[in-house]
């Protein structure tokens, strides 16, 4: 058994062996090996004193100013890892399900020095570190889905991280797992039900979010979009447009996921991400502030990119992309790129405090005249308004 202990201006670790075993092991394979392995998480070379044939003792950190500093080579990290002297500690704090070791699993996402509380600017909160305690799983999806949901507790806090998520986008797409979508056409007629019918099947669909692949997340959202903005017409997937700025030398290729086309032929981007908790304002405010976060911030600066190049490519584009996507629209629909407008799907808002929610609405309506940025939450709303209105 692992205990932590705060002694003065050291942390300890307190071994005791089970059921009165003798814990002499410790000391044979320091001496033969010259260290000692615990639970896979803790590495020592020597320990501090032997209480008893069945305790020892070993010196994890040293206090300096407000942090503890543990060395970097008892947990095979980067960086010595720093952790304020306030904060709460156990053994779960290090070891996670079937002893994965918590702070190399956070090492292996970024960088740079892991410090934990205190007042250094890119310190992870207290508050945010036991989220992402909570985070870990305890059950065989730890491997997959840990790294994504903790990137986005981290990303506040980083700049080096590795793309976790995309680790866990190509796990899913090797699920050999269909989720279809169902029919609507049935209902097309019954304005009402139709509507009812949508809502009901997103929210059976945000409670199993994680174990759809993103691509038939993205479809079956937008067959639901098609519905309750009528205007939409056609979807162009993946569409292929030119950037001529990002290489002044050469022509980039970029491809957009998904664009919507109105029934004058106007197109439209349209950007919708998984709906991953905790993904849109930062916990920690900047001069009384909530930020947006960098997957809301990212996913805002792709489209204005797409926006951009859209714009920039002209009659030209608008030829061309017709002509590649022409049997995709309707007959004798003429496309047009003119000041094309974005929407961005992503993440929920259902547990945001008022100035939360007044923060958020502040940087929906910075973007508003060229971005619409909803959460599922918002599309939830908007569906029980539209069935409201034509129930009465």
């Given at each position: 058994?692992?205990?932590?202990?705060?002694?003065?201006?050291?942390?300890?670790?307190?071994?005791?062996?089970?059921?009165?075993?003798?814990?002499?092991?410790?000391?044979?394979?320091?001496?033969?090996?010259?260290?000692?392995?615990?639970?896979?998480?803790?590495?020592?070379?020597?320990?501090?004193?032997?209480?008893?044939?069945?305790?020892?003792?070993?010196?994890?950190?040293?206090?300096?100013?407000?942090?503890?500093?543990?060395?970097?080579?008892?947990?095979?990290?980067?960086?010595?890892?720093?952790?304020?002297?306030?904060?709460?500690?156990?053994?779960?704090?290090?070891?996670?399900?079937?002893?994965?070791?918590?702070?190399?699993?956070?090492?292996?996402?970024?960088?740079?020095?892991?410090?934990?509380?205190?007042?250094?600017?890119?310190?992870?909160?207290?508050?945010?570190?036991?989220?992402?305690?909570?985070?870990?799983?305890?059950?065989?999806?730890?491997?997959?889905?840990?790294?994504?949901?903790?990137?986005?507790?981290?990303?506040?806090?980083?700049?080096?991280?590795?793309?976790?998520?995309?680790?866990?986008?190509?796990?899913?797409?090797?699920?050999?797992?269909?989720?279809?979508?169902?029919?609507?056409?049935?209902?097309?007629?019954?304005?009402?039900?139709?509507?009812?019918?949508?809502?009901?099947?997103?929210?059976?669909?945000?409670?199993?979010?994680?174990?759809?692949?993103?691509?038939?997340?993205?479809?079956?959202?937008?067959?639901?979009?098609?519905?309750?903005?009528?205007?939409?017409?056609?979807?162009?997937?993946?569409?292929?447009?030119?950037?001529?700025?990002?290489?002044?030398?050469?022509?980039?290729?970029?491809?957009?996921?998904?664009?919507?086309?109105?029934a004058n032929g106007t197109i439209d981007v349209i950007?919708?991400?998984?709906?991953?908790?905790?993904?849109?304002?930062?916990?920690?405010?900047?001069?009384?502030?909530?930020?947006?976060?960098?997957?809301?911030?990212?996913?805002?600066?792709?489209?204005?990119?797409?926006?951009?190049?859209?714009?920039?490519?002209?009659?030209?584009?608008?030829?061309?992309?017709?002509?590649?996507?022409?049997?995709?629209?309707?007959?004798?629909?003429?496309?047009?790129?003119?000041?094309?407008?974005?929407?961005?799907?992503?993440?929920?808002?259902?547990?945001?405090?008022?100035?939360?929610?007044?923060?958020?609405?502040?940087?929906?309506?910075?973007?508003?005249?060229?971005?619409?940025?909803?959460?599922?939450?918002?599309?939830?709303?908007?569906?029980?308004?539209?069935?409201?209105?034509?129930?009465?």
């Amino acid at each position: 058994m692992i205990t932590i202990i705060k002694d003065r201006n050291r942390l300890l670790i307190k071994y005791e062996s089970e059921r009165h075993f003798s814990a002499d092991w410790i000391d044979q394979n320091i001496q033969q090996y010259g260290a000692v392995n615990l639970k896979r998480v803790f590495t020592f070379t020597q320990h501090d004193g032997a209480p008893s044939d069945y305790t020892r003792i070993f010196i994890l950190g040293r206090r300096r100013g407000e942090y503890f500093r543990i060395n970097k080579d008892f947990l095979e990290l980067k960086h010595d890892l720093l952790i304020a002297a306030e904060v709460k500690l156990t053994h779960k704090s290090f070891i996670a399900h079937r002893n994965i070791s918590i702070f190399r699993k956070i090492d292996s996402l970024v960088n740079e020095q892991i410090v934990i509380g205190g007042s250094l600017e890119k310190a992870i909160p207290n508050e945010a570190f036991e989220d992402l305690l909570r985070s870990f799983p305890n059950t065989t999806e730890l491997t997959h889905y840990a790294g994504a949901r903790i990137s986005r507790i981290l990303g506040d806090y980083f700049e080096t991280m590795t793309d976790a998520q995309l680790k866990l986008k190509k796990h899913l797409e090797h699920k050999h797992t269909s989720r279809l979508s169902p029919r609507v056409e049935f209902i097309k007629d019954y304005e009402a039900q139709k509507f009812v019918f949508i809502r009901e099947e997103l929210q059976l669909m945000l409670k199993s979010a994680d174990s759809y692949k993103e691509r038939d997340w993205q479809k079956k959202i937008v067959s639901f979009l098609l519905l309750i903005f009528p205007k939409y017409v056609a979807v162009l997937e993946n569409l292929h447009i030119k950037d001529f700025y990002s290489n002044p030398s050469k022509t980039t290729d970029r491809y957009i996921d998904l664009t919507l086309v109105d029934a004058n032929g106007t197109i439209d981007v349209i950007e919708i991400k998984q709906p991953f908790d905790d993904c849109l304002l930062s916990k920690r405010r900047y001069r009384d502030n909530y930020t947006p976060k960098m997957e809301l911030g990212g996913s805002v600066m792709q489209v204005e990119k797409y926006l951009f190049h859209l714009n920039k490519w002209g009659r030209e584009g608008e030829r061309t992309i017709y002509e590649k996507r022409k049997d995709e629209l309707p007959v004798d629909l003429k496309l047009q790129v003119t000041n094309p407008k974005a929407m961005v799907i992503l993440g929920r808002d259902k547990n945001f405090d008022s100035d939360q929610r007044f923060d958020f609405e502040i940087i929906k309506r910075k973007y508003a005249n060229i971005i619409d940025i909803m959460t599922y939450d918002d599309l939830l709303r908007r569906l029980d308004n539209i069935i409201e209105m034509i129930q009465r």
